[in-house]
């Protein structure tokens, strides 16, 4: 099979699995918590709100152009800067960055277990998970999400991809922020003790990052 080809068909079923996976992940947690919302975008308009919106609508065109890329493959001439033929170790790498990045995301999803939510539960109230990926990061969640959408972007060299790995970037930048003014005033002396032993993205025993 030619490298475009499989690229077509990877990032197609890639997405698709993505996808899968967060929409199980949600209804198969809630017969254990049914009275739990598993998804937060915050107040309408505020900044969580537009944060998690945009989020989700660049999450869903990935994946609608990802699936019209193995329907329609002409759609490359409008998407990509180079032939992928030209940058096949590139492309390779990409795809490997992508799968590490799902792992490590799937990791820390399972390792908060119930706890996980989407977005900013002010309701929450169980603590801080200080164990596993969590001892060496405070976000490995999203050091997966930002490690996957650089495979995108390398896997799918384009203006397309290279948008959505800006957007995709600060959004999560902003969420981690947004998260850490929820914990702080949850656990101010439980979070800035975690603060001084785990970095912000990774690293043991940091100060300040």
């Not at 609508?57 to 329907?71: D, E, T």
């Not at 032939?83 to 399972?110: H, K, R, T, Y």
Request: glycine letters at 8%; charged letters at 15%; a positive charge.
């Amino acid at each position: 099979m030619e490298l475009s080809l499989f690229n077509q068909v990877f990032l197609a079923a890639f997405y698709t699995l993505v996808a899968l996976f967060y929409t199980l992940r949600i209804k198969l947690s809630r017969p254990q918590a049914p009275s739990c919302d598993f998804v937060h975008m915050g107040s309408l308009g505020s900044l969580h709100w537009w944060n998690h919106l945009t989020f989700r609508v660049f999450r869903l065109l990935i994946w609608a152009v990802c699936v019209l890329r193995l329907l329609w493959p002409e759609l490359d001439a409008y998407l990509l800067f180079v032939p992928l033929a030209e940058l096949p170790i590139v492309v390779s790498m990409g795809m490997g960055l992508l799968v590490v990045g799902f792992a490590l995301a799937i990791w820390g999803n399972l390792t908060l277990d119930g706890l996980w939510r989407s977005g900013v539960d002010e309701s929450a109230s169980a603590g801080i998970v200080t164990h596993s990926l969590y001892r060496y990061s405070r976000n490995p969640i999203f050091i997966g999400v930002l490690t996957g959408q650089l495979g995108f972007f390398m896997a799918l060299p384009g203006w397309f991809s290279l948008l959505c790995m800006l957007v995709g970037w600060a959004a999560i930048v902003i969420q981690v922020r947004l998260e850490e003014v929820h914990l702080e005033a949850k656990y101010p002396c439980e979070f800035k003790a975690y603060c001084r032993q785990t970095a912000r993205w990774f690293g043991r025993r940091i100060a300040s990052d």
